[in-house]
């Protein structure tokens, strides 16, 4: 699987921004999708992720109801609709994928960097103050 993200700019504060993430490679529907992000001098962190197949999803505490995750599967691409934009959201955006091994596992469980086969390049976004 490859992933190519992109859509990163610099907004200000109270703006909205979409990130897309162009995905290509076999058995996409096997997958789960995630987004993450890097600020400066901080350890990556997940954002929220989606079930290429079903549609689920599930978001960390920090940004549900600002961020909304989705997919496009005639697309093959994932998208990131972020609102209310705040400095603090400035950081290098990440996509990923990750491969389903085990039917034991749940959407919650694909919260960690481990959890990830496959990382797009990366979208910096910036929010001004």
């Known amino acids: 699987v490859q992933l190519q993200a992109s859509g990163g700019g610099l907004v200000r504060a109270g703006d909205s921004l979409r990130l897309s993430c162009a995905a290509s490679g076999p058995f996409l529907s096997s997958h789960n999708m995630g987004w993450f992000r890097q600020a400066p001098g901080k350890e990556r962190e997940f954002l929220a992720v989606i079930n290429w197949s079903r549609g689920m999803t599930y978001y960390a505490d920090s940004v549900k109801g600002r961020f909304t995750i989705s997919r496009d599967k005639t697309e093959n691409t994932m998208y990131l609709q972020m609102n209310s934009l705040k400095p603090e959201d400035t950081a290098v955006y990440y996509c990923?994928?990750?491969?389903?091994?085990?039917?034991?596992?749940?959407?919650?469980?694909?919260?960690?960097?481990?959890?990830?086969?496959?990382w797009g390049q990366g979208t910096l976004v910036t929010v001004s103050s």
């Open positions: 990923a994928a990750a491969r389903l091994r085990s039917i034991g596992l749940t959407i919650s469980d694909f919260d960690k960097r481990s959890a990830y086969d496959y």
